[in-house]
């Protein structure tokens, strides 16, 4: 994103020309966090099927913890990084 190359001072193409394996690592933890998100819009879509359909306790607080146990440490980490100014 801009706001992490701006935070960073340097584009992930500069990375790569100095560090080919930063560049890496980068890029594989770019991918993760695309499967993270992937991952808990399936569990929730799943969790509101099974669970909030049907107005079981259970899903309530299982889409609160999950959706916190991501989205909190996201804010946390993005936040100082500038997303939000």
């Not at 394996?21 to 099974?50: E, P, Q």
């Not at 306790?57 to 100082?80: D, E, Q, Y």
């Amino acid at each position: 994103m801009d706001y992490h190359e701006e935070f960073i001072g340097t584009t992930l193409e500069e990375i790569s020309a100095h560090n080919p394996n930063l560049d890496i690592l980068a890029r594989i933890f770019i991918r993760l966090a695309g499967v993270l998100f992937i991952s808990v819009w399936i569990l929730l879509i799943a969790v509101i099927h099974y669970g909030l359909r049907k107005a079981e306790r259970w899903a309530w607080w299982t889409t609160l913890i999950g959706m916190g146990t991501v989205n909190v440490p996201m804010v946390a980490v993005t936040r100082p990084v500038g997303a939000f100014a």
